[in-house]
């Protein structure tokens, strides 16, 4: 199995995306493409101990990201 058919089987599911430079969200995924590129909804942004909501559709750039967790 490739890590994008792992990636499909978890959409409109909630996960955690850890991004360089020490940014995560939290949210539901809604979309994934080849490049690895996340629709996130209801997501939340955080940064050290402060979580702040991002309300609408995030787009998360999949250069950007260094893992994904369920």
Known sequence: MRPL???Q???HQRVL???RGGRSYRGVL???DQHLNLVLTGAE???AETV?????LTL???DSIVYISP
């Not at 702040?52 to 609408?56: A, E, K, M, Y």
């Open 5 to 7: 058919d792992l990636l």
């Open 30 to 32: 809604d979309a994934v």
């Open 17 to 19: 995306v850890e991004m």
């Open 52 to 56: 702040t909501p991002r309300p609408g």
């Open 60 to 62: 998360v750039r999949g």
């Open 45 to 47: 942004e955080v940064e």
């Open 9 to 11: 089987q978890r959409l």
